[in-house]
């Protein structure tokens, strides 16, 4: 799965660990994503969707019509 918010386009963000001696390692900050599932009265069918916490309170204060037609007009696959 990729770790990535279909809502907001959250990604992974990269850097380095840091260690006492000062080495400098690769790593990565994922996002907190989580998967939910909302009705969606205009296509009249359930859908499933890679969410952060910011972009379940978009839907929840914007309404789940809304976030999913400017999703469909910006190509996204749902």
């Given amino acids: 799965m990729s ?6 386009g959250t990604k992974p963000g ?3 660990n840091v260690s006492h001696s000062q080495r400098h390692t690769r ?3 994922n996002p907190n994503i989580h998967k ?8 009249g069918r359930k859908v ?4 952060t916490p910011k972009a379940i309170k978009e839907i929840d204060r914007r309404g789940v019509d809304k976030v999913v037609a400017e ?5 996204e696959k749902i």
């Fill in 27 to 29: 790593r990565r900050w």
């Fill in 71 to 75: 999703m469909l007009t910006r190509g």
């Fill in 48 to 51: 499933t969707l890679t969410l």
């Fill in 3 to 8: 770790r990535r918010c279909q809502v907001r």
């Fill in 14 to 16: 990269f850097g380095n």
């Fill in 36 to 43: 939910k599932r909302y009705w969606v009265p205009s296509l």
